[in-house]
């Protein structure tokens, strides 16, 4: 089981026994970026440095995403994660790039805690029992990648480059009931305009869950966090509000903690 990870169930579906603060580290070619809607990527600094600030901030856990290992048909950044869970010790999530079992079980060995997947699953759905069944739903991340288009919630893969016709509602319970552990829910509209949280996608993806959702894209302020909480988010991730050093993890905590929520 990950470091720090505590599963609990609440009214029949499963909850965090309190909200987590996850800054999203996207990396590309070994380096952090970060753009608006996934495009126009800039460098935003060394992926191990700025996880160690942000574990010293008080971050609950740390997300990689290798942004381009799809696209560009390669493995993950295994010596990233290595050098990271060196440093930080709670738990770390790597995406991006996986496609088997063995992928996972190597992650694993250089210190990642939990893997995301995505295009992967998407293109063979089996690869998310395979994952479950050997390592557990613990550490399995369902990584979705949602636009809307016609008034409905789609699927994109390859770092949102690529669009489906996948509705991504489907997909969720689908995923879910081939054991993926949490669900990690981008808005690539909303994706680094710091408008705030897509909360009718995160209060959609809540009513049919039974799995953590963590909610992500378009953090923008302080004030955007506690209400993804109240749309149903059991965590919250962030990225350019970080980076660009406008926020602190602990001011989130701070402001999570007036609102009422119950933080780590």
């Given at each position: 089981m990950p470091r720090g990870y505590e599963p609990a169930t609440r009214g029949g579906r499963a909850m965090s026994l309190a909200?987590?603060?996850i800054p999203c580290l996207d990396v590309a070619a070994g380096?952090?970026?970060?753009?608006?809607?996934?495009?126009?990527?800039?460098?935003?600094?060394?992926p191990v440095e700025l996880a160690r600030k942000y574990y010293e901030q008080g971050a609950d856990e740390i997300t990689f995403l290798?942004?381009?290992?799809?696209?560009d048909g390669r493995d993950t950044m295994y010596d990233v994660v290595r050098a990271t869970a060196e440093q930080v010790f709670i738990p770390l999530t790597v995406?991006?790039?996986?496609?088997?079992?063995?992928?996972?079980?190597?992650?694993q060995a250089h210190g990642a805690d939990k893997v995301g997947v995505n295009s992967a699953a998407i293109a063979r759905p089996a690869l998310l029992g395979e994952i479950a069944d050997r390592f557990g739903a613990q550490a399995l991340v369902l990584s979705l990648d949602v636009k809307r288009r016609d008034g409905r919630y789609m699927m994109t893969t390859h770092g949102g480059r690529t669009e489906t016709d996948l509705d991504a509602l489907a997909w969720a319970r689908e995923a879910i009931e081939r054991g993926v552990g949490e669900l990690l829910v981008n808005s690539i509209?909303?994706?680094?305009?710091?408008?705030?949280?897509?909360?009718e996608l995160i209060a959609a993806m809540r009513e049919l869950s039974s799995v953590p959702v963590?909610?992500?894209?378009?953090?923008g302020r302080v004030g955007d966090f506690a209400p993804a909480v109240?749309?149903?988010a059991d965590a919250l991730l962030a990225a350019s509000v970080f980076h660009?050093?406008?926020?602190?993890?602990?001011?989130?905590?701070?402001a999570l903690d007036e609102a009422g929520v119950v933080i780590r």
């Open positions: 909200i987590r603060v380096r952090v970026v970060k753009g608006v809607n996934f495009l126009n990527l800039r460098d935003a600094g060394d290798d942004v381009t290992a799809t696209v995406g991006g790039g996986v496609r088997s079992a063995d992928d996972v079980a190597k992650l509209d909303a994706d680094g305009t710091k408008q705030g949280f897509d909360l963590i909610a992500s894209g378009g953090a109240a749309a149903g660009n050093g406008e926020l602190t993890v602990g001011d989130v905590k701070r």
